[in-house]
């Protein structure tokens, strides 16, 4: 293999140890570091020795979020990441990663003047050293690239850009990265590649994931052709436009034409159901991907995951088939060839239109909620609006059928992975998941959020300190109200502004879903499943985990107030922070 300079080691100090843990939430906790050396070294030690119970990791400029399995087993990794040693050196000789690079970006001699380099400086010191991959965050296949030396440290932008081209080449305080698609952001843009960071066609997605070394290769003009190595070869992977395949145009919003899993409106499909109408938005989930973070990627899945559980159970299927999750009502579809379905989630009306007969009339039956019920080829079942709650799980027996990405076949609204939303004129075909011979017997729902207020048990947030006391008991006393801007990635909240303590901005770090991140103008966003995966506003509480799929169920316009949880709520893990 290629080697332009050393690997990045931790060097060994007296201080390498985690300076303290925080709950977030009641199954994960936040290991705070001095610095990204020591949060390299942890997230290789947690990689090659998982402890207990560990789910997931993922590394951020100051912290690792460790994710578990149990409030039980967050306790205990709580307190065994205080105990681990640091000091050892830990080598991160990860892959080569070569990426030709146009250096010509808008931002370039701005960093030039900042830096005191020039334009030309910029350039020699940008490609002139081996950069780290240290951690993923705010998209898929975006790598916080840690160099050699400080010389390119700049700050963000004052005023971030509303879209950067897929491919810019940037930098933010110590770090650089490459946009892997088009995106907002508040970088320096210094350059351009064509080099493909996350594409889902390769065996591992991401170009330059955490642990990757890469060089950026300046080129003059546009990036040209270059053979790939051979298989087995020892030279570096080198990213030319054999990745890109000529740079694919943007996809249309809502759909991400590299996960490719949209299936065509006139295949033809044997056995499933045809999207007549999908009302406001319908989209395929099971219960998401996990263990994935790593990559940027969120675990996604159904919001209301006991109600995705009981419509499986329903038809026979596996507790983790995919179905159809549909907003407000409005979904319509009609079967091909005979199909057993279930509908469960926000209480609403279910007709059944027959297909025509011999002359041409239809006839109508109602079917009950949580309940399965056949739907004949050529029948059509409409979804009212819902009486109360906001979402609905239909599970056709069998499973919906489309092929999965990184192991899950939902629909990721916030990066674009998984199948596109639902179309009219579209077919879904039925799987062979069910594991059951026969059906289940009709289920009691529970009670759905409706025009009352909705109370969500939290727990302190792991920037809980970032507020007074004043600001706790204003966020748990008033109601707030879900804004028309809420979905999938978040809902955003109305309601008198919360005021910080601190100013000044917080290094982005690991979040989850149920948590409520402040932004500056104290107005609380709870992130949902599609959440990105690091975030960079303190978060002042979350939603205790057995309450996420309730606060899923919250229309727009709902009421929610919030009520801090007694220290014994699902065995939480403890609220304060844990220092050495």
Do not use: C
């Not at 570091?33 to 998982?50: M, N, W």
């Amino acid at each position: 293999m290629e080697t332009a300079g050393e690997p990045l080691k931790v060097q060994e100090a007296a201080a390498h140890k985690v300076r303290s843990v925080r709950a977030v939430g009641t199954r994960a906790v936040l290991a705070e570091l001095s610095g990204t050396q020591d949060v390299l070294a942890l997230q290789a030690l947690l990689r090659e020795k998982p402890l207990p119970g560990q789910q997931d990791v993922l590394a951020a400029a100051e912290t690792v979020l460790v994710t578990a399995d149990s409030p039980a087993s967050a306790r205990r990794i709580a307190a065994r990441l205080l105990q681990l040693d640091l000091t050892a050196p830990v080598q991160l000789d990860g892959e080569l990663v070569v990426i030709d690079t146009v250096y010509d970006g808008e931002d370039l001699a701005e960093v030039g003047r900042l830096t005191g380099l020039g334009v030309e400086g910029v350039i020699a010191a940008h490609s002139g050293q081996v950069w780290t991959v240290a951690f993923a965050g705010f998209a898929p296949g975006f790598g916080y690239m840690v160099g050699e030396n400080q010389q390119l440290e700049v700050p963000r932008r004052s005023s971030p850009r509303t879209a950067v081209p897929a491919g810019s080449v940037a930098l933010a305080g110590n770090y650089s990265a490459v946009y892997p698609r088009r995106s907002p952001g508040g970088w320096q843009l210094i350059g351009r590649t064509n080099a493909r960071m996350w594409d889902l066609d390769r065996e591992q997605p991401a170009l330059a994931a955490p642990g990757h070394r890469v060089q950026f290769r300046q080129v003059r003009d546009e990036v040209t052709l270059a053979a790939e190595p051979a298989e087995g070869s020892a030279a570096p992977a080198v990213a030319t436009s054999a990745e890109s395949a000529g740079s694919t145009p943007e996809p249309a919003a809502g759909q991400d034409t590299a996960a490719g899993q949209d299936i065509p409106l006139g295949q033809d499909i044997a056995s499933g159901l045809r999207i007549v109408a999908p009302g406001l938005q319908s989209l395929v989930e099971d219960l998401g991907r996990h263990g994935h973070s790593g990559l940027g990627v969120s675990a996604a899945g159904a919001l209301d995951r006991a109600s995705l559980r009981r419509a499986n159970r329903l038809v026979g299927n596996a507790p983790s088939a995919a179905v159809i999750e549909t907003v407000a009502g409005g979904l319509k579809i009609r079967a091909v060839g005979d199909q057993v379905l279930a509908v469960t989630g926000a209480p609403s009306d279910l007709d059944i239109e027959s297909a025509p007969d011999s002359s041409g009339g239809t006839w109508h039956r109602a079917v009950p909620m949580a309940a399965p019920f056949a739907l004949l080829a050529g029948e059509t079942l409409r979804v009212g609006a819902p009486q109360s709650g906001f979402r609905s799980y239909l599970a056709v027996r069998g499973g919906v059928n489309v092929a999965p990405v990184l192991g899950s076949r939902s629909t990721d609204t916030m990066s674009g992975i998984g199948p596109a939303p639902l179309a009219a004129g579209q077919l879904v075909a039925a799987g062979a998941e069910a594991e059951s011979g026969v059906v289940g017997a009709p289920e009691l729902q529970p009670d759905y959020p409706g025009t009352g207020v909705t109370v969500l048990d939290v727990v302190p947030g792991p920037r809980a300190d970032w507020f007074d006391q004043a600001a706790l008991d204003s966020f748990a006393a008033q109601e707030w109200e879900v804004g028309t801007q809420s979905n999938r990635v978040g809902m955003r909240l109305a309601g008198t502004p919360l005021q910080r303590t601190r100013q000044g901005e917080l290094p982005s770090e690991g979040t989850v879903a149920g948590a409520l991140q402040v932004p500056p103008e104290g107005l609380p966003v709870l992130f949902l499943a599609d959440h990105p995966i690091t975030g960079g506003y303190p978060v002042i509480a979350v939603v205790v985990d057995s309450q996420l799929d309730l606060a899923a169920q919250v229309p727009i316009g709902g009421r929610i107030r919030f009520r801090w949880a007694e220290a014994a709520t699902e065995n939480a893990a403890p609220d304060e922070e844990v220092s050495n």
